[in-house]
């Protein structure tokens, strides 16, 4: 079993910028890839950006989210800048360990315009 606890998430005008962090605990040893996926009000998640063999991300956000690693923490971060108001969603992270696909509780994201 693999947990995720997600933080950083909170309210930001446009414009502005958020860092989210994510730890991983348990069966961390066995982690390939993690990333972020999003969901908003009345939409169904989407996936923002992933980093495991290869980084990706979707388009939506190239050019001003950025994700990052920490292996010796069990960490993956994702640094989101130019924030727009259609970036507003809940912000879960996700972890694939030994083929199982784990997910975090979820923080929640709010820009403003």
């Known amino acids: 079993q693999v947990q995720l606890v997600e933080s950083g998430g909170g309210l930001v005008q446009a414009g502005g910028s958020l860092r989210l962090s994510c730890a991983a605990s348990?069966?961390?040893?066995?982690?390939?890839?993690m990333g972020w996926f999003r969901q908003a009000p009345g939409k169904e998640r989407e996936f923002v950006a992933w980093s495991g063999g290869s980084t990706n991300y979707a388009d939506s956000v190239k050019g001003r989210f950025t994700i990052s690693r920490d292996n010796a923490k069990n960490s993956v971060y994702l640094q989101m800048n130019s924030l727009k108001p259609e970036d507003t969603a809940v912000y879960y992270c996700?972890?694939?360990?030994?083929?199982?696909?784990?997910w975090g509780q979820g923080t929640q994201v709010t820009v403003s315009s």
């Open positions: 996700t972890a694939d360990s030994s083929g199982t696909r784990y």
């Open positions: 348990g069966r961390t040893f066995s982690i390939y890839g």
